[in-house]
């Protein structure tokens, strides 16, 4: 069975930092693309990132570019984000997705940002 | 940046009723053109890929169809667990952008 398990939300101060994380299993990690999506509270669905299979290849929104940074670890089939310099915007629950189309997600994380 | 608007915001409709929700790329996509399904508190849910493929284990009173920039997904007998938010998605490149949201309600 497919499961990704984020994990590294919390509650942070504007300008703050966090590292998201998403542990795979149930399938071949090393294999497929990955990205994050996040949901503001209310609000409808955002993609913020995507990472191939072998890490070369990596977009991002712009609401999130120069300020959060993917990468993965196929050796532990993990993913991780990044989030630096944090806004109250950012707010949302963050999601880890495999592909797209996102077959399979992970329960989220909520990440609060708040003074 | 290709857009994709999904129509109409929200929609109640009775058990048993046939709906139609539609999604609009500002470009061409071809047919990668995905749904989802979202119910309140959970997680989204694909149900249909590649414009009209089926996600297995969808219930088959759903179907998508379109092409380029035009496209739609179908309850064809609307029941009561369907009630949830439907997103599109564009992902033939980056960004991969979801469209508004659809809110139905019975």
């Known amino acids: 069975e497919v499961q990704l398990v984020e994990s590294g939300g919390g509650l942070v101060q504007p300008g703050g930092s966090l590292r998201l994380s998403c542990e795979a299993s149930?399938?071949?990690?090393?294999?497929?693309?990955m990205n994050w999506v996040r949901q503001a509270p209310g609000k409808g669905l955002e993609w913020i990132s995507y990472?191939?299979?072998?890490?070369?290849?990596?977009y991002y929104a712009d609401s999130v570019k120069g300020r959060f940074t993917l990468s993965r670890d196929n050796a532990n089939s993990s993913l991780y984000l990044q989030l630096n310099n944090l806004r109250v915007e950012d707010t949302a629950v963050y999601y880890c997705?495999?592909?797209?189309?996102?077959?399979?997600w992970g329960q989220g994380t909520p990440v609060t940002v708040s003074s | 940046d290709i857009q994709m608007t999904q129509s109409p915001p929200s929609l109640s409709a009775s058990v048993g009723d046939r709906v139609t929700i539609t999604c609009r790329a500002s470009?061409?996509?071809?047919?990668?053109l995905a749904w989802y399904q979202q119910k309140p508190g959970k997680v989204p849910k694909l149900l249909i890929y590649?414009?009209?493929t089926l996600q297995s284990g969808v219930p088959s009173r759903f179907s998508g169809s379109g092409s380029g920039t035009d496209f739609s997904l179908t309850i064809s007998s609307l029941q009561p667990e369907d009630i949830a938010t439907y997103y599109c998605?564009?992902?033939?490149?980056?960004?991969?952008?979801f469209g508004q949201g659809t809110r139905l309600e019975i």
């Open positions: 590649a414009a009209s």
């Open positions: 990472i191939n299979s072998v890490g070369t290849t990596i």
């Open positions: 149930g399938f071949t990690f090393s294999s497929y693309s």
């Open positions: 470009q061409a996509i071809r047919n990668y």
């Open positions: 997705a495999r592909v797209p189309p996102y077959d399979s």
């Open positions: 998605q564009k992902y033939n490149s980056a960004p991969i952008t």
